[in-house]
């Protein structure tokens, strides 16, 4: 009977079609009816509180607006009339459900055909009127129809909810068929989500599986939002007040959970959208704890999708490639609940009666949602379990393959406690020590201590271990079984597991590239030829000895004479080879007192700490008897040496390392140059030694200047005496600006730049910035006729010199009959080839040439015939006396005229006065040059209005 009934229930329960409406308001019950939607044929009415049920009777103006999406409005009442008429056979028992248990207040009552009222009933949430004996989502008022009567119902309705409610009509007996069949149903949905939850929760605790967990609290909070929505808490009606915000919050819960278990099954979302997954959820239930009931239902409708969707894409976007099945079960499951949605809006909208059959598939979906949520779990796991044997495969793999590393390796591998107990060794390790296997090596050695060959050295490593857990390349001394010492380097880490403490150590023979770095290190601190200290290692003793707290430190400085006669006579074998002998000379000689460096070519330097100045000379007086006493024989010759020493006492100059050496240095020089084979000592009240100390100086400016462009180009103008020209000719003059903003002349310097080889570099800077301020200045360059410029004699026979010089007319595209270079008459006699080549190469490409201090040589004329000059610049020496000297004034007519005979041009120097100006352009003399004319001024502040 009962299999029946439910049958029945299934199929005839929810059928609205077994009564008919004659007119709005009438409902018209048979025998066969069992449920109808009173919903559907009230007539509804929206009235004051204070209007009573007669005026609600009387009222005849239906509410238009009655729809899911209203609310009533606020301080009225809804009133909802229908009259229901019994055409049965017999009286019949009925029953009316309004869905809704949380109605703020309700008034039922039943009247007859003349408005008298036959029962009445009120309700309101938190009382215990209107609910059945066992949990059930309505609000019941059971009444009774006699054969054949009529009767009014009419319901007012007092909420803040929406307008829409399902009202029903039941036989007493149907309901109680569909209460015992949603009960069993219930109970059995119930029942699966306790089961399934309890599952999950006890594996979680097995497994400690995080997804396991969530899924269980999902399931647990499923089962208690279904008993909580199918009116669980009716038996308790305190709790009915708080049943929808309950509700809220277990929907608010359960996406946050779902969140947590899409996290857990796709790692891949990112931090920023897991953070959405979690406001979405917590924004619904603040808007629930903020707004009222209506706007709760809503907002919840509204944002339950949008929860979904925003989950199903995270899941499509980042799901696992790999595992495709995981991320179309994850999605099936949503998938059941979003058709649990559609199901609960269609029957929210349209007020439909829940049947037994509906209910049964809302169940349906239900499970099968949490199934797929379950198989999703199930499938990751899987996955995640392959991935386990896959990485537990290879691990298994890996630990062969580092046994094989570790028995094959060719270092040497070991374990061993703390306090040196040997546990276990590779076949490398024994080799290394020298024992045959790893049996022996272990049976022997009592203690690792035993592979040091100072027991202190593990003390110091096993310390270090201990302090910071792992030792790395630490180059120890060891000894092997047979008592052999070598080098090995060593690396050791701490490791701590449930049987103690111990050492696991890898190590390697570095014996051949410790010799080889010893070796490194003496060739970088010794000479590669004589074995003595090298100048930069002997540079830092030096400083070390200064720096120190040594009475006196004395320095030696050597230099060989007649070296050079040894080198270019039998070849560099014998020069190296007296180099060696002679450094092993002085060594002997100085017996282990003091250092030894070779400071260059066939220079020496000896430090002595520790000893006066007077013992410092007596070991130089040894070193300069031994070498003169000295042979050297070579290829059946004999040669004789000698040595100049220069002596310095450290404590009496600056105290810098580099002005000691250059001190010695300059006391060496003059003891060379006072016949050599001699000692030097340094004074600083030697005038001679200020004299050499003042042109270093002037070295060290020159080459500050060179660096930081400190010299400055000046011009002294021509004067045309013979014709009119309005081309401009000068010559370019050199200043050295100091440091207080004054300027110093050429002939304080250039003499030192001779001497110190500095002349070239000096000559490239003055051709170089004369070129350049000619590109820079184009009017200028176009008014001048001819500049001239002064070169050396080192510059002439300087080949780079040359290169130089053509390199910058090329860059600067300045004409070559622009420029007039300058040679002394002394410099083209004394290097008179390299004169000539110079002169021809840049002759034949237009730049003209010019004698200068002409009539200062002993055979000006001779030479003057030889050399294409095309100017001639009369010593100053002759002019500046000539109006007071018949000679002088002679030898200037006389050079006038062999000039002109030869086609050249002739200029007159040191032209301080008109009358020697007009003298000379009576003579003949083509252009006079001196103060008379013009001072020599800036070449940058050359003023535009010579121009032309």
Known sequence: MILVKVLRCLTLIGMLSCTTSVSAGQLLVSDDTEVASLREVSDAVVLSQQNTYREALDANTPYKELMALREIPEHQRLWLKSEIVNQGTSGRDLVITINRLKIEQLHFYLVDQQYRIIASSTYQAGSSDGHADWPSPYVRFPFTVGNTDSVTVLIGIKDKGSANYTVALWDAGALAVHDRMRLILLGALLGMLFIAFSYFLLSYLFQRTPTRFWISVCFGLTMVLVFVSQGGLSRWPDLIPVSEMLIASLITMTALTLAKVSHNLFPRIPLLFRLGNYLLPLGLLAFCLWRNAFDATHFIYLLCPVIGVYQVALVIFFRDRRHPSLSQLYATAWAMLFVLYAIQLKNTLNSTVISAGMLLIVIMVIMLAMLFFAFSLEQKERSHSHQQLLSRDQTISSLHHFYDLFRNSVEGFYTSTIEGTLKSVNPAMCSLFGYDDEASMLASVHNTREFYADSRDRDALVAEIVEQGQVLGREIRGVRSDGEEFWFCVSCQLKKDSNGSFLYGSLYDITERKNSSLSIEFLASHDSLTGVYNRREFERLLANAISSDAETVCLLYMDLDRFKVVNDTCGHRAGDELIREIARLIDTTLSGTGYLGRLGGDEFGVLITEQPEETAYLYGMKILNAIQSYR????????????????????????????CLSMADAACYFAKEQGRNQIHRFRHDDESMQRYKKELDWVSAINDALEHDRFVLYYQPYRALSRVTHAMHFEVLLRLQNEDGTTTGPNAFLPTAERYNLSAAIDKWVVEKTLLWLYQNPEQQAAIGRLSINLSGQSLADREFKLHV???????????????????????????????????????????????????????YTYLKNLPVDIVKIDGGFIRDMLSNRVDAAVVASITEVARAMGMETVGEFVESEAVMAELGKIGVDFAQGYSVAAPSPLASMPEKNIG
């Open 806 to 860: 053509l390199n910058a007319f090329e860059k600067y595209a300045i004409p070559y009959s622009k420029v007039c270079f300058e040679i002394t008459e002394s410099v083209a006699i004394i290097r008179m080839e390299n004169t000539l080549n110079f002169m021809r190469s840049f002759t034949q490409l237009g730049c003209s040439f010019a004698l200068d201090d002409f009539g200062s040589g002993f055979s000006s």
């Open 632 to 659: 050297f024989m070579w290829d059946k010759r004999i040669f004789t040496l000698g040595v100049s020493i220069g002596l310095v006492s450290c404590r009496e100059t600056s105290g810098n390392p580099e002005h």
